[in-house]
């Protein structure tokens, strides 16, 4: 059965142009499209479609209280359009903490200038977050520390290690945690970090898929909401134990040690480098300065971006972890370390945080 799809969008054109471009492919089905929030809040429960696509500012109920009303009545999977702006940034951000999954940009040229690779993009994002049954996770807001309800999905226990079952970490083993996630990252970024206590004795490298616009504001949410620092990392930052660093939108962040000093350098991204900032391109840094060292911990995401750099750290004798399937949002990275065979323990978002405080 295709996916099923409800639009909202108060531009006629607008929904018009996004039914026939998801029409268009076989795996998902348009079933409805509605010009405001309080027409969509009737029609998800009328029609009780797999995935929602949602605007942001729209007459009558706007997107997000649209979004709030949604995930308390019918929960579904929701994703934002948004405009890739500081305004557009914080209102997304305030989507996610009502409860909305994920996020494109409206002007389908700021997902890619090729229309045919925009339009890819656009439905591989639908159909990933509407065929995923467990994309809808009673863990939200984004705003809250509060401890996560696990998703209600029966998982053997025999199917993932638990933290109690990993081998215990040698003190002084690790020297930072670098942490890689895409789709549905901002939310289990959140639950990670507000696990880790205010004297977090490592410094960490956070690589989330995010337009330049998005990460100063996403950062600096974060910092409020968590007991260790989090920043955008400026080319020239020093790593510093309890100080998160964001890979800024747009750019690549790769470590470098000169002088005893271990640093950031803020990079523009190669050719052939698809993801901007690239999981990837930081994880290959980590293993080259921190050989044996690092702690690396893939989160919930599209693609495979984040294998072949933690491939390297394993290779030098870091530790790999991946969420698993039943709490991510899209299991796709981390099922490309799984698969790839390098990881060291396969965990739940709700343990994440804490099983990184008892181990370095």
């Known amino acids: 059965m295709p996916v099923r799809v409800l639009i909202v969008d108060d531009s006629g054109f607008f929904r018009r142009r996004l039914t026939e471009m998801l ?75 009502a409860g909305a999954v994920d996020y494109l940009p409206k002007k389908f040229e700021d997902i890619s200038r090729d229309q045919d690779e925009a339009k890819r993009q656009l439905c591989e994002r639908v159909y990933a977050i509407g065929s995923n049954k467990r994309a809808v996770h009673p863990q939200r807001p984004l705003s809250t520390t509060a401890a996560p309800t696990r998703p209600a999905v029966a998982v053997a226990a025999a199917a993932r290690p638990v933290p109690s079952a990993m081998p215990a970490a040698r003190r002084g083993q690790y020297r930072l945690v670098a942490i890689g996630t895409s789709t549905g990252g901002p939310v289990a970024l959140q639950q990670v970090l507000t696990k880790l206590p205010g004297n977090f004795p490592l410094p960490l490298v956070l690589i989330q898929h995010m337009p330049g616009s998005f990460t100063p504001a996403f950062a600096q949410r974060l910092n409020q909401l968590c007991a260790i620092e989090v920043r955008e990392a400026k080319d020239g930052d020093e790593l510093k134990p309890g100080l998160a660093l964001l890979a800024p939108g747009g750019k690549q962040m790769v470590l470098d040690q000169r002088a005893g000093r271990t640093t950031v350098r803020i990079t523009e991204s190669e050719p052939g480098q698809n993801y901007k900032p690239s999981v990837d391109v930081t994880f290959t840094s980590v293993a080259r300065i921190f050989p044996g060292q690092a702690l690396a911990v893939v989160l919930t995401g599209m693609g495979a971006d984040g294998r072949e750099g933690a491939r390297l750290m394993k290779q030098g004798g870091s530790t790999v972890w991946a969420q698993d399937e039943a709490s991510c949002v899209v299991y796709g990275m981390p099922a490309a370390i799984v698969e790839a065979g390098l990881a060291d323990a396969v965990l739940p978002l709700s343990e994440i945080g804490t099983a990184i405080s008892q181990r370095v």
């Open 23 to 97: 029409n268009a492919d076989p795996r998902l089905e348009v079933v409805g499209a509605v010009a405001d929030g309080a027409q969509a809040v009737e029609q998800v429960a009328k029609l009780r479609p797999d995935v929602v696509t949602m605007d942001i500012e729209m007459p009558v109920m706007d997107g997000i209280t649209a979004t709030r009303r949604i995930m308390t009545v019918t929960p579904t999977p929701i994703l934002m359009f948004s405009s890739l702006t500081t305004d557009g940034a914080k209102a997304t951000l305030d989507a996610l903490d």
